[in-house]
């Protein structure tokens, strides 16, 4: 069964809403604001969402609503063709709302007492897909993955596994993470957390840069002009956080996307690479890459444009895809690679998209997107433009 991507939203430190994002993307303009308040002595870049309305709902929910308000159209189209009990509801996430907690809990160190206000609720994990299904009015099957840095990638699988299922007609994927400071802390004491904007395969590099954001799509049989060709899943399972340093499950993940997708390594005109900006994981994913692709294939890293948006950057990133593979959103150019130029000599080369090339030509245009969480839990996926 063949399924297309028939519909976009997302917000992220680029900018709100496909068409302003597909600007900023194609402009390689980096988007981080300085933080002091989030690690206790210490200022940090990070990527925010501006201009996020407030409301009762958390932060990320919040995200989550401006994505999935742009795709709400076609949801609804869909939900009047199958049934709201036909569309399920699959995103990921790993913060959730674990801001307001951290909010919560410091009052009440202050006063001795929770907000008046205050839900539990709000930040656990499956409430995310909860308050999406309540949000777009669906009744079919509504869960969260949450795989840390994969998490919102794995939703395309999960997704299509229940739609060949029966089990749905259609579906809503996608997911959302916000920035809280449990996440900044963590990284900041594995020391993988970088002082300034990160720089994905420099020989400077020195940690990740946190960001935030959220992405939706509408999953369905009918066709659409970006198409799900393939994804790849793989668990190698090396250590709880460190990748395995050949890329052994990374290249397994890419390997098993381009075999479900009937695709050679040269069919793919772009790879979004994970690219942390970390030295294990960057040094992995060029082996990875090298070892599978051929040398003339264009590779980036978007992190140093948005920030390492944990469990939502699978999706965001999946819609940097599809704004280059959609004919409608006007993107003529590749995804860029911001860096600071400065090539590691231990790192396998890759030929990363220098800003303002061009879509490629003459070819049917496929893309695939790399996202690898803590533990080894690996998805590779695999988007074209539908001829």
Same mark, same amino acid.
């Given at each position: 069964?063949?399924?297309?991507?028939?519909?976009?939203?997302?917000?992220?430190?680029?900018?709100?809403?496909v068409a302003a994002v597909a600007r900023r993307l194609a402009a390689g303009r980096p988007a981080f604001t300085s933080r002091a308040d989030l690690i206790p002595g210490r200022t940090v870049p990070v990527?925010?969402?501006?201009?996020?309305?407030?409301?009762?709902?958390?932060?990320?929910?919040?995200?989550?609503?401006?994505?999935?308000?742009?795709?709400?159209?076609?949801?609804?189209?869909?939900?009047?063709?199958?049934?709201?009990?036909?569309?399920?509801?699959?995103?990921?996430?790993?913060?959730?709302?674990?801001?307001?907690?951290?909010?919560? /809990?410091?009052?009440?160190?202050?006063?001795?007492?929770?907000?008046?206000?205050?839900?539990?609720?709000?930040?656990?994990?499956? $409430?995310?897909?909860?308050?999406?299904?309540?949000?777009?009015?669906? $009744?079919?099957?509504?869960? #969260?993955?949450?795989?840390?840095?994969? $998490?919102?990638?794995?939703?395309?699988?999960?997704?299509?596994?229940?739609?060949? /299922?029966?089990?749905?007609?259609? &579906? #809503?994927?996608?997911?959302?993470? $916000?920035?809280?400071?449990?996440?900044?802390?963590?990284?900041?004491?594995?020391?993988?957390?970088?002082?300034?904007?990160?720089?994905?395969?420099?020989?400077?590099?020195?940690?990740?840069?946190?960001?935030?954001?959220?992405?939706?799509?509408?999953?369905?049989?009918?066709?659409?002009?970006?198409?799900?060709?393939?994804?790849?899943?793989?668990?190698?399972?090396?250590?709880?956080?460190?990748?395995?340093?050949?890329?052994?499950?990374?290249?397994?993940?890419?390997?098993?996307?381009?075999?479900?997708?009937?695709? &050679?390594?040269?069919?793919? &005109?772009?790879?979004?690479?994970?690219?942390?900006?970390?030295?294990?994981?960057?040094?992995?994913?060029?082996?990875?890459? &090298?070892?599978?692709?051929?040398?003339?294939?264009?590779?980036?890293?978007?992190?140093?444009?948005?920030?390492?948006?944990?469990?939502? %950057?699978?999706?965001?990133?999946?819609?940097?895809?599809?704004?280059?593979?959609?004919?409608?959103?006007?993107?003529?150019?590749?995804?860029?690679?911001?860096?600071?130029?400065?090539?590691?000599?231990?790192?396998?080369?890759?030929?990363?998209?220098?800003?303002?090339?061009?879509?490629?030509?003459?070819?049917?245009?496929?893309?695939?997107?790399?996202?690898?969480?803590?533990?080894?839990?690996?998805?590779?996926?695999?988007?074209?433009? %539908?001829?």
């Amino acid at each position: 069964m063949r399924l297309f991507l028939t519909a976009c939203g997302v917000v992220c430190p680029l900018g709100q809403g496909v068409a302003a994002v597909a600007r900023r993307l194609a402009a390689g303009r980096p988007a981080f604001t300085s933080r002091a308040d989030l690690i206790p002595g210490r200022t940090v870049p990070v990527g925010m969402v501006s201009d996020l309305p407030a409301g009762a709902e958390s932060r990320n929910n919040r995200l989550m609503a401006a994505a999935l308000d742009e795709i709400a159209p076609a949801v609804a189209a869909a939900a009047r063709r199958f049934g709201p009990h036909r569309l399920a509801v699959v995103l990921g996430t790993s913060t959730s709302g674990i801001a307001e907690g951290e909010q919560a /809990l410091m009052e009440r160190r202050r006063t001795g007492a929770w907000p008046r206000d205050f839900l539990y609720t709000r930040q656990e994990t499956g $409430s995310l897909a909860d308050f999406a299904a309540r949000h777009l009015g669906l $009744s079919g099957p509504a869960y #969260v993955i949450a795989t840390a840095c994969s $998490s919102s990638a794995k939703v395309f699988a999960s997704a299509r596994r229940l739609i060949r /299922l029966g089990l749905a007609d259609a &579906a #809503v994927v996608g997911g959302a993470d $916000s920035l809280c400071r449990m996440t900044l802390n963590g990284f900041n004491a594995l020391e993988a957390l970088s002082g300034e904007a990160c720089r994905p395969f420099s020989r400077h590099r020195d940690g990740i840069t946190i960001g935030e954001g959220a992405a939706a799509f509408l999953l369905s049989p009918d066709p659409g002009a970006v198409e799900l060709l393939g994804a790849g899943e793989s668990s190698d399972a090396h250590h709880a956080t460190a990748p395995h340093p050949e890329g052994d499950g990374a290249r397994l993940s890419m390997a098993q996307a381009l075999a479900e997708a009937g695709l &050679a390594p040269d069919d793919i &005109a772009y790879i979004n690479l994970h690219g942390t900006a970390t030295p294990l994981n960057d040094a992995m994913e060029a082996k990875a890459v &090298a070892a599978l692709f051929p040398p003339q294939t264009w590779c980036g890293s978007t992190k140093g444009m948005t920030g390492h948006m944990l469990g939502g %950057t699978g999706a965001v990133e999946a819609a940097f895809l599809w704004l280059c593979l959609d004919p409608g959103t006007g993107c003529a150019t590749l995804p860029p690679h911001v860096w600071d130029g400065a090539a590691d000599p231990l790192l396998p080369p890759l030929r990363l998209v220098p800003p303002g090339t061009a879509l490629p030509a003459g070819r049917p245009l496929v893309m695939l997107s790399n996202s690898f969480g803590f533990g080894g839990s690996n998805l590779s996926l695999i988007l074209g433009r %539908t001829p």
